[in-house]
């Protein structure tokens, strides 16, 4: 063996070009995920049940919330109210676990594996966030489904549903990219999961996901015109509405999707800090 | 006779210190490592938990960058060029390195896929390494119902996917059991024939380095403290152990005046039998039945011992390898 350099005519490899190559590998690691759900039924039945238990439990307890002053009852029911709150809301508590998966990776030798192999660390990054936002995209439907079921009406039709499915994509990627970046810096599950529930939660309910913003005390209201899951869920239930504020809805797209951009970069950048560890 | 082909891996003077947690000194896990690995051949690092074998895979592997210190791995520049080189390296790590929710042909053929291989490619060379390592039956079920031994060979395998000039196989066998141990030496054993690869091998069992490579270094505290072929190894202890059994007692006195004249050290005499020593016993051993044979006192039995690699490692690191089960 003299060659010192890979001859393609020799390996029978073909090296394709790294661009083309981060899109692939993402498909790759995002369908090895899918598979992987796939083969735990109970655990995709799971995610699927819970959140249509959110919506009628929470959609029963809070029947009559509508008729406190703040609401617009002649104008939305509370199960309609709460629908986009309920998709935000699995988006958002789906993805905390996402950096579990690279936990896993860690502990066994698949993530060295991957690390000393050509994929770029981008596309383990946006594999993990495409798998995310495939299983929010599923989970948002039946949502949407199980309210009509229920009674619920969106006026917004077609283009509520797809802002719908935007705004529950965008937080999905957002929390996961943080996620992900929490797996890398910690390499813990436990203190994965514990930093995880302790973000999630107050970022639900500094929100008008469950009641209107007028309803609590006014520095809710304050913090939550910062909080990305308010945007979601502002841009989700206004598009699904009658007389839908487009403004309003693009706006906070925009944040979204920013957000979501500098979040997924830092989580990239994250696996240098785990390298460093090495 | 061609000139040398050009060596697969050189590490020059590796520093790699890590901190060892708040005021404490940092620990030097690599203290100026130097090691040239030929082509085509298997090499193992040996060396006890914590001596830097590790550290040094991972450096070689760009997985973990030195403090001081550069490598070329198939000619490339480690710290220069990395994407290079994990185009150019398969690695088998310490851990189990598949995904125990795929099945074995879904873990070669994506390692193979992310490795730049069409699909039709991917399948055809996934097929050939379940077919090699044994593991076609087993090919369609997912990696968490295989035993050790098997899911070893497969992280093997996804080493091999992409037919790298170098093979990293960090501690390959720790864990495993007898049988999947000699199995997993048969395997690596064919490597460097059939795949025209060099391995870099670490281990911390003797037998194995002895079994397995064709060259060894000695890895402790860091650095390499002796390295050349086992054979070489032990021949540089001088002296293999010679003890020639005697047809009666009576014969001895004799027999010992021809071990000393043909040059053999410290003849021992116990009753019919005589021990010495000798610089190479193999090639001492025609001579001296011949002359036993010419004196009328021929030799019963006649054994040749060598000194084993673990000889060799108490001679360099002052005490005998200690492996934590």
Redesign the interface.
């Known amino acids: 063996?003299?060659?010192?350099?890979?001859d393609p005519q020799l390996?029978?490899?073909?090296?394709?070009g790294?661009r083309g190559?981060l899109t692939?590998?993402s498909a790759?690691l995002a369908i090895?995920s899918l598979?992987?759900l796939r083969?735990?039924p109970a655990f995709a039945v799971a995610t699927l049940v819970q959140p249509i238990i959110w919506l009628l439990l929470f959609g029963a307890l809070f029947e009559r919330v509508v008729d406190i002053p703040g609401f617009d009852a002649a104008r939305t029911s509370y199960l309609e109210f709460l629908t986009p709150g309920v998709v935000v809301m699995t988006a958002l508590f789906s993805s905390g676990w996402a950096g579990t998966v690279f936990i896993e990776d860690m502990?066994?030798?698949?993530m060295?594996?991957?690390?000393?192999?050509?994929?770029r660390r981008g596309a383990l990054m946006a594999g993990t966030l495409a798998y995310q936002a495939a299983t929010t995209i599923v989970q948002t439907v039946v949502v949407l489904v199980v309210a009509v079921i229920a009674g619920a009406r969106f006026p917004g039709g077609a283009a509520g549903v797809g802002v719908t499915l935007a705004s529950a994509c965008l937080i999905s990627i957002i929390m996961a990219s943080f996620s992900n970046a929490l797996a890398l810096l910690l390499r813990s599950q436990e203190a994965l999961i514990g930093v995880s529930q302790f973000v999630v939660l107050p970022l639900q309910f500094l929100s008008s996901a469950l009641l209107a913003a007028t309803l609590a005390a006014g520095w809710v209201a304050d913090v939550a015109r910062f909080n990305p899951v308010d945007w979601a869920v502002v841009a989700s239930r206004e598009a699904l509405s009658t007389g839908t504020d487009w403004s309003a809805v693009w706006s906070r797209l925009g944040l979204l999707a920013g957000l979501a951009l500098v979040m997924a970069w830092l989580g990239t950048r994250a696996f240098r800090t785990y390298?460093?560890s090495? | 006779m061609p000139a040398a082909?050009?060596p697969a891996l050189v590490a020059d003077d590796l520093v790699k210190t890590y901190s060892g947690g708040r005021k404490a000194p940092r620990v030097r896990a690599l203290d100026g490592l130097s090691v040239e690995v030929p082509?085509?051949i298997v090499f193992a690092l040996l060396g006890p938990n914590g001596a830097g074998k590790s550290t040094t895979v991972?450096i070689l592997?760009?997985?973990?960058?030195p403090d001081a210190g550069n490598a070329r791995v198939?000619?490339?520049d480690v710290l220069a060029d990395p994407?290079a080189v994990?185009?150019?390296?398969g690695?088998?790590?310490?851990?189990?390195?598949?995904?125990?929710?795929?099945t074995g042909r879904?873990n070669l053929e994506?390692?193979a896929?992310?490795?730049?291989?069409?699909r039709a490619?991917a399948r055809a060379r996934a097929r050939d390494l379940l077919d090699r390592f044994e593991l076609t039956d087993a090919a369609g079920r997912?990696v968490k119902t295989w035993s050790g031994g098997m899911s070893r060979k497969l992280?093997v395998a996804?080493?091999l996917v992409?037919?790298p000039?170098v093979l990293f196989l960090d501690e390959p066998t720790t864990g495993l059991d007898p049988q999947a141990r000699a199995g997993m030496w048969a395997e690596i054993a064919r490597l460097s024939a059939g795949e025209?690869v060099?391995v870099l091998l670490t281990t911390h069992y003797l037998d194995e380095a002895d079994h397995l490579a064709q060259r060894v270094a000695i890895v402790d505290h860091g650095r390499v403290v002796v390295e050349g072929a086992p054979e070489q190894l032990k021949s540089a202890l001088r002296g293999d152990a010679v003890d020639v059994g005697l047809a009666s007692v009576g014969d001895a006195a004799h027999a010992t005046g021809i071990l000393v004249r043909l040059g053999l050290r410290d003849v021992v005499v116990e009753g019919t039998r005589l021990r010495a020593g000798a610089d190479d016993g193999a090639r001492a051993v025609p001579a001296l039945l011949a002359a036993l044979d010419d004196a009328g006192t021929p030799a019963a039995s006649v054994t040749v011992a060598r000194p084993s690699l673990d000889d060799v490692y108490l001679k360099h690191v002052g005490h005998t390898l200690e492996v934590a089960a």
């Open positions: 063996m003299t060659a010192t350099t890979l390996t029978g490899v073909r090296v394709r790294r190559s692939r590998h790759f090895r598979r992987a083969r735990q502990n066994r030798g698949v060295d594996r991957f690390l000393a192999s050509p994929v390298q460093r090495l | 082909p050009p082509a085509g991972k592997t760009t997985l973990a960058r198939a000619g490339i994407d994990r185009r150019a390296i690695l088998v790590s310490q851990k189990p390195s598949s995904d125990p929710m795929a879904e994506l390692a896929r992310i490795q730049g291989l069409s490619d997912l992280d996804i080493g992409h037919r000039e025209q060099t």
